[in-house]
């Protein structure tokens, strides 16, 4: 059973640093991956697709990586601003399905 | 419309009441699915359309839970004497079709509270 975890649960910036936020999987067979950001009481807006056969992507100031041989996938947010603050999920699709398995996400706080 | 919607947006009801939550997908997507958040958590899978058919809904707690999608667009899904554990947030999502690329769009969400 597939099974997705994010470290750190959550955490606090100043604005303007550069931040990383890990995603980890357990079964590597997968076909993609996404990142999501949630808001507070709202849906889930997509950031970042990476197909199985690609090793990162790019939007903005964001960048997403990913090294399917050790399930491990990283979000990487340059210049951080206040508006970035959020919660980020990442889920991976796993064959057998089209269902996709998420994580429990991390809590960014950036602040003034 | 240009994303998916759900209605309500809030949903207030009693323990063993009947409720249905509606989803719109993006227009032509024939993939939907359905997804359940509880506090604190990720969402979790419940059941997948492809055009009319279920095509997986090994995510169904059990069978108080059902969904239908009958023209192939819109989506219900329905809980039958619901219970306070059903309480969550409940995402519909839709993509293109079920090629593994596609990326999953996500509606607002409908906010289930079972008193």
């Not at chain 1, 890990?22 to 197909?51: E, H, M, V």
């Not at chain 1, 964001?62 to 601003?81: C, E, F, H, P, V």
Request: aromatic share 8%; glycine share 10%; charged share 20%.
């Amino acid at each position: 059973k597939q099974e997705v975890t994010q470290i750190p649960a959550a955490l606090s910036v100043p604005e303007g640093e550069n931040l990383v936020l890990n995603c980890s999987f357990t079964d590597s067979a997968i076909y993609n991956l996404q990142w999501f950001r949630q808001d507070p009481g709202k849906g889930l807006t997509s950031l970042l697709l990476i197909q199985s056969s690609q090793r990162e992507q790019t939007s903005g100031r964001l960048n997403a990586s990913l090294d399917k041989s050790s399930g491990r996938s990283t979000l990487y947010i340059a210049a951080s601003q206040p508006g970035d603050s959020a919660t980020y999920l990442c889920a991976v699709q796993t064959g057998g399905g089209n269902k996709l398995t998420f994580g429990t996400g991390t809590q960014l706080k950036v602040e003034l | 419309g240009a994303g998916v919607s759900q209605t309500p947006s809030n949903k207030v009801t009693e323990k063993g009441k009947y409720v249905e939550l509606r989803c719109d997908p993006i227009s032509g997507h024939t993939a939907l699915y359905w997804y359940r958040q509880s506090l604190g958590q990720g969402p979790e899978f419940l059941i997948y359309f492809q055009g009319t058919g279920a095509a997986d809904d090994s995510g169904l707690p059990n069978d108080r839970f059902f969904a239908v999608r009958p023209e192939g667009s819109v989506s219900t899904l329905k809980i039958q004497r619901t219970e306070r554990g059903d309480s969550a947030v409940y995402l519909c999502a839709s993509s293109l079709n079920r090629e593994s690329w596609n990326e999953q769009f996500f509606g607002p969400g409908t906010r289930l509270t079972v008193l």
